[in-house]
């Protein structure tokens, strides 16, 4: 089969380049950013347009071949990649234009955050885009889409004005609240389950462009008052501010601003990130130093870009290994707070088992995200109050199984007090981790769009929705 492909089996007027496992540039392509990944498509389209994504898609169905579509390639189980398959990949779609005086930016469905982020600081414009400037803009907003923008602005997904969509039977339909507005719902939240969107419109709004952003380090013994302190900042912070608190427990490594002595000990830290003037955001800083002393604290000022790429060459960068789970939390009581710190495990780990250990994260929601009702998009869990994210990372692959192992049983000390899930975060749930991320009455409604545009479920490499034939199999 792969012999036999080539350029003329597509429309004559196909743009883009057509890559082949034998062919210069193949393995470049295939490649995503979890390392675990490495599986080999049959045939790669690198797409230029929207005419060669229809053909893309009519030649992978013609030649009943499984499909998945690559944005920025961010899918932490490496949907877009399939073995023996057809990966429509986006990433050459990667403009983005704005238009200053409508405050809109029309994105194409390859672009990375950074691309969006670049163009639209030109004029002192933004919209909530995500933490890691190397993840695809597409990925992120159909979603959902949580940054440091969110609780002023809304969530990615809030902020899409309009889709350009490649349906499953190759129709091209663009969609808002005015056409298509059942379609406008499920893209807000739903995924890719219902085509391939080649083009989004955002609203855009002015900000100054600077941030301010603080971590304060603690021993992992001593730090559960410190987590107190920073859940009541949750509560006390402006609910529209641009701030969003974040806290994190991790294994420590070698960093200038740490004490040696914690080097390789877990630690956890609280902090957060402001977007606008870095001294009005310094005033919430004297509430999270009130009870003792951390050992370490690095504040930085810098742009709102410098914000945006801060973690993409460090615990975000390619070529490594990577676990994921995650929970949303409508309460961080404190028995919660004692299993975020530790995740089930007594007495203090150190060394080896120190070393295996995931990186865990919370970052606050709330804001403009519990402004909107619950049932205008796909989106769920709006009530969350945090997000917590169990982040494994690695580069021995013999270490796989354990670190997958303890990543998941970190997870499950911390269910008793979760209220959902985000699709992003939900691994290797399948139809369970669907159920976490919508309730009964939205999976409902987006079965109903997946029966009507995507029947055979065509697009079913991403967290699916499975159309009604496939449920009652």
């Known amino acids: 089969m792969t012999a036999s492909i080539n350029r003329s089996l597509f429309e004559s007027n196909f743009k883009g380049v057509v890559l082949k496992q034998d062919d210069e540039g193949y393995d470049e392509a295939r490649t995503v950013w979890n390392a675990m990944i490495d599986r080999r498509p049959a045939v790669i389209t690198r797409c230029v347009n929207t005419d060669d994504v229809v053909a893309a898609l009519h030649f992978g169905r013609t030649n009943n071949l499984e499909i998945g579509v690559r944005c920025g390639g961010h899918s932490i189980l490496g949907h877009p990649v399939v073995e023996g398959g057809l990966m429509i990949d986006l990433s050459l779609m990667n403009k983005v234009q704005v238009d200053p005086n409508s405050r809109r930016a029309r994105v194409q469905g390859g672009a990375l955050l950074r691309n969006l982020d670049w163009e639209t600081q030109k004029y002192g414009l933004a919209t909530t885009a995500g933490n890691v400037s190397h993840t695809g803009v597409g990925g992120l907003a159909l979603a959902g889409g949580m940054g440091w923008l969110a609780r002023q602005f809304g969530l990615s997904c809030d902020n899409v004005v309009s889709f350009e969509l490649v349906t499953a039977d190759g129709a091209v339909l663009r969609v808002s609240e005015s056409e298509h507005p059942d379609l406008f719902w499920g893209l807000r939240g739903g995924g890719g389950n219902f085509g391939i969107v080649t083009e989004f419109e955002f609203r855009l709004h002015p900000i100054s462009g600077q941030a301010f952003t603080v971590d304060l380090f603690f021993p992992l013994d001593a730090a559960e008052a410190a987590l107190l302190r920073w859940r009541d900042l949750i509560k006390t912070a402006p609910r ?121 994260d919370i970052q606050s929601y709330g804001g403009a995200i519990a402004d909107v009702a619950d049932d205008e998009t796909a989106f769920s869990h709006r009530d969350t109050l945090v997000e917590c994210v169990i982040r494994a990372s690695w580069t021995d692959d013999a270490e796989d199984m354990k670190r997958i192992d303890i990543a998941r049983r970190y997870a499950k000390s911390l269910e008793p007090f979760a209220s959902g899930g985000y699709v992003h975060t939900m691994a290797d749930e399948g139809q369970a981790g669907t159920l976490r991320a919508y309730n009964r009455d939205k999976l409902a409604r987006l079965t109903a769009l997946k029966n009507q545009y995507d029947p055979e479920n065509v697009f079913h490499l991403n967290q699916n929705i499975q159309p009604s034939s496939q449920n009652q199999a």
Do not use: N
């Open 240 to 360: 529209k501010a641009t701030l969003t608190a974040w806290a994190g427990t991790a294994t420590a490594s070698d960093s200038f601003f740490l004490p040696p002595e914690v080097i390789g000990q877990r630690i956890a830290s609280i902090g957060y990130v402001w977007v606008g003037d870095p001294d009005e955001g310094r005033k919430f800083l004297p509430s999270l130093r009130s009870d003792g002393s951390p050992i370490a604290e690095w504040a930085r000022e810098m742009t709102y870009v410098e914000l945006q790429r801060m973690y993409e060459s460090t615990r975000q960068r390619h070529g490594v290994r990577r676990y994921w789970k995650g929970h949303y939390l409508r309460e961080l009581s404190d028995e919660a707070i004692r299993a975020f710190l530790t995740g089930g495990m007594h007495g203090r780990v150190t060394g080896e088992g120190a070393t295996m250990m995931p990186s865990v």
